[in-house]
């Protein structure tokens, strides 16, 4: 099979900003990922070693001089000394262990130092997924220029509509081929600046397409790489400093790291209770805004303006980043539904990039499972509860064992 990754920046931007805020705060952390395929998919027999031999090339997979030009230029908030460590960066496949059961499902743990091993998830899920589009024969059925004309309606619908959107798609996208012409059209059409009814009248598009979370097509097409940071700095640090703390302290040392910069914050990694409960005034002001990821996001919402509102914060001048699984007709409602009161954008990962005709997309993560500040350490499990049940992750008896901590609080 074809090498599919062969660029260290075909991964999203949150990897690059979580590592150099790992290599701050937790330089000697070990950690351990899990795999979880929530449709608990049956594999065909020998998938496991078409994993492994994507695994096996990623060692050859080296930054380029193109590469930290366009990440100096574009992720400013990286210092220089960064791209220095990423010159020397190396996949090790021994840190990936990839087994099939006798259901055919697939099993995979990413274990080792967090510096290194935060690198492979996106590699492990993208290539899962266009593994499993090209043996289902989704490839093969795959209709170029159908797909293109879909993607480019989808832009003029988004910026129609008022949508100041970005591509989150690479975990679950049906291929880097397909990713790469959604990146592609939604630029071009965004380019036209607006379009023309069928009066012969020009309308200026209301709406606005910001970049993409993968690096290498930002670097592609010269666009914004979109992405801070991801649940697993908080499901990390809860076994640092305790469940009614874990998110202060993630927002005060990231702060610290970007000083300031990289302000959108991921919130909802132990619901929204927990972190409302002590966000201060000081970290609200210090991030730009928060990002909506799980739970009913009309609800996120008023419990995000009347937050901002206790603590003197007018709300318009903050941002509300939506993420959750969303397609063009929720985000649109969304948009109407924010109507100005919080300055709203939208991150479309699965609905934009594996969105195929005829084709079924994958319900795939890697998350953080066990981990350890320094080798000396023992081990902890690492959990993820957000504010949707269907996305609760990781030891069954310490997630209802925070849940009983919460509830009584």
């Known amino acids: 099979m074809k090498q599919i990754i062969t660029h ?3 991964n999203d931007a949150y990897t690059f900003s979580c590592l150099y805020y ?6 000697r952390a070990e950690v351990e990922y899990t795999f979880f395929d929530r449709n608990h998919t049956q594999y065909p027999e020998g998938f496991a070693e078409l994993l492994q031999e994507q695994v096996n090339y990623m060692p050859s997979v080296q930054i380029t001089d193109e590469e930290i030009a366009f990440m100096t230029r574009k992720m400013y908030y990286l210092p220089l000394w960064f791209f220095t460590l990423l010159r020397g960066y190396r996949f090790n496949p021994a840190e990936v262990s990839i087994s099939q059961d006798e259901n055919r499902e697939l099993h995979i743990t990413i274990k080792g130092k967090w510096f290194s091993t935060i690198m492979w998830e996106m590699v492990l899920l ?9 043996l289902n024969g989704d490839v093969d059925r795959y209709d170029a220029a159908l797909e293109e004309e879909r993607s480019r309606e989808k832009a003029r619908k988004a910026l129609r509509g008022g949508l100041t959107i970005s591509d989150f798609g690479q975990r679950r996208r ?6 790469d012409m959604v990146v592609r059209t939604f630029k071009e ?5 607006g379009y023309t009814d069928a009066d012969g009248t020009f309308h200026p598009w209301e709406g606005a397409f910001t970049g993409t979370s993968n690096v290498y097509l930002a670097m592609k097409y010269d666009l914004i790489p979109i992405g801070t940071m991801s649940h697993q700095l908080v499901s990390f640090e809860e076994n640092v400093t305790g469940v009614f703390e874990c998110n202060f302290n993630v927002m005060r040392k990231f702060s610290d790291v970007y000083d300031g910069d990289n302000g959108i914050y991921l919130y909802d990694c132990f619901g929204d209770k927990v972190f409302f409960s002590n966000l201060s005034k000081r970290m609200a002001m210090m991030y730009k805004g928060l990002r909506v990821d799980s739970g009913k996001e009309e609800e996120q919402l008023e419990k995000i303006i009347e937050k901002y509102k206790s603590l003197g914060i007018d709300p318009a001048t903050k941002q509300v980043v939506y993420s959750n699984g969303l397609n063009l007709d ?3 409602e969304l948009h109407r539904y924010t109507a100005g009161r919080m300055i709203d954008s939208y991150g479309i990962g699965t609905y934009l990039t594996c969105d195929v005709t005829g084709c079924k997309p994958s319900n795939i993560v890697i998350k953080l499972t066990r981990s350890r500040i320094t080798e000396l350490r023992e081990w902890h499990d690492c959990i993820k509860l957000s504010c949707d049940k269907g996305k609760t992750l990781g030891n069954t008896a310490k997630c209802d064992y925070i849940l009983r901590l919460l509830e009584t609080e």
């Open 22 to 27: 790992i290599l701050q705060k937790y330089p």
């Open 126 to 134: 993208s290539c899962i997924s266009e593994l499993t589009h090209i």
């Open 330 to 332: 929720r985000a649109i």
């Open 174 to 179: 049906f291929s880097k081929a397909h990713q």
């Open 8 to 10: 260290l920046t075909d």
């Open 189 to 193: 059409e965004y380019a036209k600046g």
